[in-house]
């Protein structure tokens, strides 16, 4: 069973109930529990308490917090990852400035480690067999953290053990692309060791296509073309600049899903059903290890065969060779092979989630969730912990003014942090799956803040489509940190910005994917969310991350100097997801504007009109019913936009607001089905299901009319495409009918 612990004061009626999570349940105050003094069925958002919360979020405070929290390694179930765990339960339950309770809840995780006793190996072997070169097993020590005793050396996660040896071949990014044009190249890959780079494709998906070709083991490096805008020299890179040193090495899961490996769809308590670990999907196929781009520099330039295309060079000073094998005028002799030398183990770990609470006075049982991981790599001041740095200070801002008894939310607040993110969103997936029926019956949205600031340049926000309207509204009133007197929309819109037929020139707000912890909660939940955070300007680097990301570089000192000096970009992203946080959990309307889903819904099939309508007329496949499937959802989405307004003009019954905020709240679920995509873990979703394909649609249309394309007629593939369409139809007149009166049937 779930262990919980309970800290804080009188919980009064929001007992922990069931499991012992800490969600209120139509919570009544009693005793000292008492509500504030604006509490009323007809409570909105009090402006004034929004800009005293604007005014009081301090960048000083927040650096300080990014220096305690990144000042040791703290990979998930650490030692420090623990202490972490205590801080925030501290500050939670302070008498001053804390929440009304705060506690923990472990789940028994499956994680994978590098053997402390057999460190992971990368060398270049002799054709007598012995040792020419070897890999550095740690990063160099530039600054004195890197010498941590407590920072675990790079390795993939996941990734099975073994040794394999074999000719060293070049394989560009490792894509399914890059490995035909090898195989096409005559380019020998059976039993061979492939050395990639990052980018291009999901980690564990390098490993996949090789295995595809019989390839024996994967070697992973960051190009400094792909994350320094070519910069290779000690002195053009960290400590020097905000560059990757030629030493660093990203880290990372190579974990195909999300959650717990061995309990999908389970919470991984005690009692849950494990698959058996030899039996369990998603792994790596072969070992794997990534190492620095100095090593990575000594084996690739030293690589003998035909030039590499042009779009697979980089930044190593060298020619890019495909090989097999070194070249015999290099610095090793023909027929030296490279072996790869993986221990990783499998361990069953605790990990634990913080939640902390602040109950609604109105909606208790309306839950606004706000969260981040708080696990790292190595140090993680950038990710996850200039995130946790700003959750830190919001929730100690709004527990300063909830313990003075002068606010207390309409809605109730849950703060969390998650454990054991890095190895695969497996914090807060164990949690939507333990409390899936209670989160989708009762949570408004899900904010989230992880990287809050990856550079300092811009906003940028990731989010489903009624989400856009509360954080332009936001951004709006919150000066963009910097010398001009902008707001943060308008310095966002300079940077990235659409054309929209219904508001002009806007923001862009990007598409949620599967990167951080909102995921389960999009795609296995339907439940709006988002993703907030500052970023840098594109027009300036090429750089697919911040330089230092998953290394033991990522130190308080980089963020100090280099990222965010001075941290307003930090206080700038604490203002907007602040702002966002009160305005949804204060509003007496929820300011979600489904409204927006019509400019999606339309793009998406004029998408499937211009690029697959041809297609499937020839199969005699009509899109006629998802063009009406629409034009309902349009119409329905106007009439509940015109409904809302007549009622805020009014002085509307309490019971009619409550039943119109649930069409609200409720119109993401609409757009699950379990069964959409059965090859897909989690994803149920019909908009923002992974999408292969390449027409910009619908994911299943488009995923299924890739694989039909060159199919025969009356195939599987084609009956798959008539059944995603018959899928997607009913999942837009189900939202439809969402919006729709409540009494209409």
Not at 140 to 150: A, H, I, K, R, V
Not at 453 to 477: D, E, H, M, W, Y
Request: charged share 20%; aromatic share 8%.
């Amino acid at each position: 069973m779930q262990c919980v612990k309970v800290l804080g004061g009188v919980l009064g009626a929001a007992a922990l109930l069931g499991l012992g999570i800490i969600l209120g349940h139509f919570a009544i105050p009693k005793g000292t529990d008492l509500p504030a003094p604006s509490a009323s069925a007809s409570q909105d958002l009090d402006l004034e308490i929004l800009e005293a919360v604007m005014g009081q979020l301090d960048a000083n405070r927040i650096r300080e917090n990014l220096r305690e929290l990144s000042k040791e390694p703290h990979l998930a179930t650490s030692p420090r990852d623990e202490a972490l765990v205590q801080l925030l339960l501290r500050r939670w339950q302070d008498p001053v400035s804390g929440l009304d309770s705060a506690g923990t809840s472990e789940y028994e995780v499956l994680l994978s480690f590098p053997s402390q006793e057999q460190p992971n190996r990368v060398d270049v072997v002799g054709p007598a067999g012995d040792i020419l070169f070897s890999s550095q097993r740690s990063e160099e020590n530039l600054t004195g953290e890197q010498g941590d005793p407590n920072v675990v050396p790079p390795y993939a996660a996941y990734a099975p053990p073994g040794t394999p040896q074999g000719l060293l071949v070049y394989a560009n990014r490792g894509s399914e692309e890059d490995f035909m044009e090898l195989h096409h190249q005559g380019i020998k890959l059976q039993d061979s060791i492939v050395l990639t780079r990052y980018g291009g494709v999901g980690r564990r998906a390098k490993a996949v296509n090789a295995a595809k070709y019989g390839v024996a083991g994967v070697l992973v490096y960051t190009d400094p073309a792909d994350i320094n805008d070519g910069k290779s020299l000690p002195n053009e890179t960290f400590p020097h600049s905000w560059g990757l040193p030629p030493s660093g090495v990203e880290r990372g899961s190579y974990f195909e899903y999300f959650g717990d490996p061995l309990t999908p769809y389970l919470p991984a308590n005690p009692s849950s059903f494990r698959l058996d670990s030899d039996s369990a999907s998603g792994f790596p196929p072969i070992p794997t290890q990534p190492i620095g781009f100095k090593d990575a520099e000594v084996l690739l330039c030293n690589l003998q065969g035909t030039s590499a295309p042009a779009a697979w060079q980089g930044a190593l000073g060298c020619d890019y060779k495909l090989g097999p094998g070194f070249r015999s005028d290099g610095i090793f002799p023909a027929g030296s092979q490279v072996n790869v030398s993986v221990y990783n183990r499998l361990e069953l770990r605790n990990s634990s989630n913080v939640l902390g609470i602040i109950r609604g006075a109105v909606e208790p049982d309306r839950y606004v969730l706000y969260g981040n991981h708080r696990d790292s790599w190595v140090h993680g001041a950038v990710d996850p912990s200039s995130g946790t740095a700003v959750l830190l200070e919001l929730s100690r801002v709004l527990g300063t003014l909830l313990k003075k008894g002068t606010w207390r939310p309409r809605r109730s607040i849950v703060f969390a942090s998650w454990g054991a993110e890095e190895f695969g969103l497996i914090g807060s997936t164990e949690f939507t799956e333990e409390l899936f029926s209670k989160l989708q019956e009762r949570a408004v949205a899900y904010i989230n803040v992880d990287i809050s600031v990856f550079a300092n340049a811009t906003l940028r926000a990731q989010g489903t489509p009624p989400v856009q309207s509360v954080i332009f509204s936001a951004t709006k009133q919150i000066p963009a940190p910097g010398p001009s007197s902008l707001s943060i929309y308008d310095n966002w819109i300079r940077y990235s910005n659409r054309s929209s037929p219904v508001y002009g020139l806007v923001p862009s707000l990007g598409t949620l994917g599967a990167g951080s912890d909102y995921a389960p909660f999009i795609h296995f939940l339907g439940i709006s969310s988002m993703d907030i955070a500052y970023t840098y300007d594109r027009s300036k680097t090429s750089a697919r991350i911040y330089p230092t990301y998953h290394t033991a570089f990522d130190t308080f000192d980089y963020v100090d100097k280099f990222v965010d000096p001075g941290f307003s970009s930090h206080q700038a992203v604490a203002q907007t997801a602040g702002s966002v946080l009160l305005r949804l959990s204060d509003s007496l309307f929820l300011p979600l504007n489904v409204s927006d889903y019509s400019e999606t819904l339309r793009s998406f099939l004029q998408a499937a009109q211009q690029d697959l309508g041809g297609l499937l007329e020839q199969h005699n496949i009509s899109l006629g019913p998802l063009v009406t499937a629409v034009e309902k959802f349009e119409e329905a989405a106007t009439v509940l936009g015109q409904h809302i307004s007549a009622l805020q003009k009014g002085t509307p019954d309490p019971l009619q607001v409550r039943m119109l905020n649930d069409q609200l709240m409720l119109l993401e679920r609409a757009f699950l089905n379990s069964r959409a995509f059965p090859e897909e873990r989690y994803y149920s979703h019909v908009l923002w299901a992974p999408r292969t394909g390449s027409a910009a649609t619908f994911p299943g249309l488009s995923n299924a009319c890739s694989k039909a394309m060159n199919t025969g007629p009356g195939s599987a593939a084609w009956a798959e495409v008539k059944r995603q369409l018959s899928i997607l139809v009913v999942a837009l007149e189900g939202a439809a009918a969402t919006l729709r009166p409540v009494a209409d049937l």
